[in-house]
């Protein structure tokens, strides 16, 4: 196309699934919650997480572990979680490391991925406001933010109760990730996230009813899901050439964002008849990136042994100034076979102040320099810094930039 016929009134850049035939294997990463020990301010908290869960979504990843990296003794002296402060006994705000509800044809283990619906979002909501987790317990706060960015827009109303830990959500950055709705998207996905809420079917029958950010409700027929669960949808009739026929003839143009005003024929299209899939299906069957998982690890080591995929990772890269260059880690440069991969950052003090904090590694006396063998590579992503430190939101974005080609060939 010829750049002056070019339109720039919409979104140059669609997702493409890149393995279309699907994708199995998964990408991790973890991060520690030492990532705001020296940051003062509220604000300051939330837009740092705000570009995680940007490169989170940049790169693709599927699931972001943190693990608490403190001593034991802040540890021990954490806020109750269980007092009517704080939202349940689980540092996350809602049962995320299940990932799905363990009642409804589950058919595998945590993650998104482990079963037909999932709750990873699902919570009774609070009559209280909630009080501000993040000095007093980082897992639950780092965990409440990145859940919330994840979640699709239409729906954080119905499963985030108001909380002071989003009280500046508004300046958190807008992720626009393949499972949040934007009816400019001229291929869509056959997919779409929905939250179940309470009502009858149109028929009377038994059945569960979804809302997915349209007009129209979709409903999943012989099956009752509880009222504010997340699921996954698969509309097999919903292929490009039928979603770009619905907007040609619904003589106006589509939203930007997933709202409610969209047009009446494309609204017909997704009350087609829908099936509930796993979270993972999207990626597995079809190659699309749905999201990720936040998973809350009560240290370092726990991010390995409490592993949700079937034989662990395969592949785990630990990051340290007093690593190897990526280079003479990865002679070569070349796409790695593997299941599931995991990169883990330290905070401010690096990853050898978790192994300190750690019993089960001082047990095993691993510490200091001998922190490295928890790991199958050990890399600098940016010898020859200029600057003393880098930030762990900077080093993101460095290590998955520089690492990117290990499982993209692109």
């Given at each position: 196309m010829h750049q002056s016929n070019l339109?720039?009134?919409?979104?140059?850049?669609?997702?493409?699934?890149?393995?279309?035939?699907?994708?199995?294997?998964?990408?991790?990463?973890?991060?520690?919650?030492?990532?705001?020990?020296?940051?003062?301010?509220?604000?300051?908290?939330?837009?740092?997480?705000?570009?995680?869960?940007?490169?989170?979504?940049?790169?693709?990843?599927?699931?972001?572990?943190?693990?608490?990296?403190?001593?034991?003794?802040?540890k021990s002296n954490a806020s109750d979680p269980t007092t009517p402060d704080q939202e349940t006994d689980d540092p996350s705000p809602y049962p995320q490391n299940q990932g799905f509800n363990q009642n409804y044809n589950a058919r595998g283990r945590g993650g998104r991925g482990g079963g037909s619906y999932h709750n990873s979002n699902y919570h009774s909501r609070k009559p209280d406001h909630g009080t501000d987790t993040s000095l007093t317990n980082p897992l639950h706060y780092i965990s409440h933010l990145l859940s919330y960015l994840e979640c699709p827009p239409f729906m954080r109303r119905s499963l985030f109760p108001i909380h002071s830990n989003l009280q500046l959500a508004g300046i958190l950055p807008s992720l626009d990730m393949p499972h949040h709705p934007n009816?400019?998207?001229?291929?869509?996905?056959p997919y779409r996230e929905g939250v179940t809420i309470e009502g009858m079917t149109s028929s009377g029958t038994p059945?569960?009813?979804?809302?997915?950010?349209?007009?129209?409700?979709?409903?999943?027929?012989?099956?009752?899901?509880?009222?504010?669960?997340?699921?996954?949808?698969?509309?097999p009739e919903l292929t490009p050439s039928s979603y770009s026929q619905a907007g040609?003839?619904?003589?106006f143009g589509y939203s930007h964002g997933g709202g409610r005003h969209t047009t009446n024929a494309i609204d017909s299209l997704l009350s087609s008849p829908a099936t509930a899939v796993s979270p993972s299906h999207p990626r597995e069957a079809s190659g699309y990136y749905w999201g990720y998982?936040?998973?809350?690890?009560?240290?370092?080591?726990?991010?390995?042994?409490?592993?949700?995929f079937d034989g662990g990772y395969d592949i785990s890269i630990g990051t340290s100034e007093r690593g190897s260059p990526i280079a003479k880690?990865?002679?070569?440069?070349?796409?790695?076979?593997?299941?599931?991969?995991?990169?883990?950052?330290?905070?401010?003090?690096?990853?050898?102040?978790?192994?300190?904090?750690?019993?089960?590694?001082?047990g095993m006396s691993i510490k200091g320099g001998k922190t490295k063998e928890l790991f199958d590579h050990w890399v600098n992503v940016l010898p020859s810094q200029g600057s003393r430190t880098i930030r762990t939101e900077e080093a993101l974005f460095i290590?998955?930039?520089?690492?990117?080609k290990l499982w993209d060939s692109s």
């Open positions: 339109n720039t009134t919409k979104p140059s850049a669609h997702y493409v699934p890149p393995q279309p035939a699907g994708r199995p294997w998964t990408l991790s990463i973890a991060i520690p919650t030492s990532i705001l020990s020296d940051l003062e301010t509220r604000e300051q908290r939330t837009r740092l997480l705000g570009q995680v869960g940007r490169a989170l979504a940049v790169f693709c990843i599927d699931e972001v572990v943190i693990f608490d990296d403190r001593e034991e003794s802040y009816l400019r998207e001229p291929n869509p996905p059945g569960t009813v979804v809302d997915i950010g349209l007009r129209s409700m979709v409903e999943i027929p012989n099956s009752e899901i509880p009222p504010k669960t997340r699921v996954t949808l698969h509309f040609r003839n619904s003589g998982t936040v998973r809350t690890s009560p240290s370092l080591s726990a991010v390995f042994t409490e592993c949700p880690t990865f002679p070569g440069y070349r796409v790695l076979d593997f299941k599931h991969l995991i990169i883990v950052f330290g905070g401010p003090n690096g990853l050898e102040f978790a192994a300190g904090n750690d019993s089960e590694l001082a290590a998955l930039t520089g690492l990117r």
